[in-house]
């Protein structure tokens, strides 16, 4: 993730859509330079009491062939579930750290689940 990203917002909610029988979610990053990026939602994680996205970049075929995520800060407005969530970037390197490790665990137990799965 790079400072350009620094205040990103969603547009559109209503732009979430279901994409197939997996029922991917997909949301449209408006970035500070003028571009939009549409982004997969991988997961919402919780750490230390505070809720993180991550998005997963797609391409204009709808792909990611880098494997690379984004990180943000998530916060809905809990009287208000039809207001947009916000998102905020996370410029503490720590507390990316942080996250990113609990994006990794994330991935080990749904590796895991999907191991068992299979057995």
């Known amino acids: 993730m790079n ?4 205040e990103d917002r969603l547009s ?6 279901m994409i197939d029988a997996q029922e991917e979610m997909t949301v ?12 997969a939602i991988v997961t919402i994680l919780t750490v230390k009491e505070q809720d993180y996205i991550v998005l997963l970049p797609l391409d204009e075929n709808g792909e990611n062939n880098d494997g690379e995520v984004w ?7 809990e009287t208000n579930q039809n ?7 996370i410029e503490d390197d720590e507390e990316y ?3 990113a490790d ?5 991935l080990d137990s749904v590796e895991f689940d999907e191991v068992m799965d299979e057995e």
């Open 3 to 6: 400072n350009n990203q620094k």
């Open 12 to 17: 559109d909610p209503g732009q979430e859509q």
């Open 28 to 39: 449209t990053l408006d970035l500070m330079d003028g571009t939009s990026v549409t982004c």
């Open 71 to 77: 990180f943000y800060r998530y916060h809905e407005n």
């Open 83 to 89: 207001e947009e969530p916000e998102l905020e970037f």
């Open 97 to 99: 750290e942080i996250v």
């Open 102 to 106: 609990a994006f990794d665990e994330y």
